[in-house]
């Protein structure tokens, strides 16, 4: 079983910066590849970001593309989101979830691969 904490979300103005994160509890963290989803008042859950057991991989929604960036730490079994040049269309509570693919190079984007699932942290962007 997987825990996962997330932090990182506040009010920020469009165009500014955050960077959330997301802790995991036990000792299989990389035998997860990691995502991140977001989910806006009124709408679906929806993909945003990706990354591979081995790091190696990434993905992101068009979304992002160019302005979010994933990353993760093995050694301190965390994910992290950075998000840049951020627009009110982002606002929306963040999940980290964990993917138990079995190629360390995978990643997906269904948010039905991902077996365990973060709180969220609350991201606003004001413009």
């Known amino acids: 079983q997987v825990q996962l904490v997330e932090s990182g979300g506040e009010l920020v103005q469009a165009g500014g910066s955050l960077r959330l994160s997301c802790a995991a509890s036990?000792?299989?963290?990389?035998?997860?590849?990691m995502g991140w989803f977001r989910q806006a008042p009124g709408k679906e859950r929806e993909f945003v970001a990706a990354?591979?057991?081995?790091?190696?991989?990434?993905y992101y929604a068009d979304s992002v593309k160019g302005r979010f960036a994933i990353s993760r730490d093995n050694a301190k079994n965390t994910v992290y989101l950075q998000m840049n040049s951020l627009k009110p269309g982002d606002t929306a509570v963040y999940y980290c979830?964990?993917?138990?693919?079995?190629?360390?190079?995978?990643?997906?984007?269904?948010?039905?691969?991902?077996?365990?699932w973060g709180q969220g942290t609350q991201v606003t962007v004001s413009s």
């Open positions: 979830a964990a993917d138990p693919v079995l190629s360390t190079s995978g990643v997906r984007t269904a948010s039905a691969e991902y077996d365990y």
């Open positions: 036990g000792r299989t963290f990389r035998s997860y590849a």
């Open positions: 990354i591979s057991r081995s790091g190696g991989s990434r």
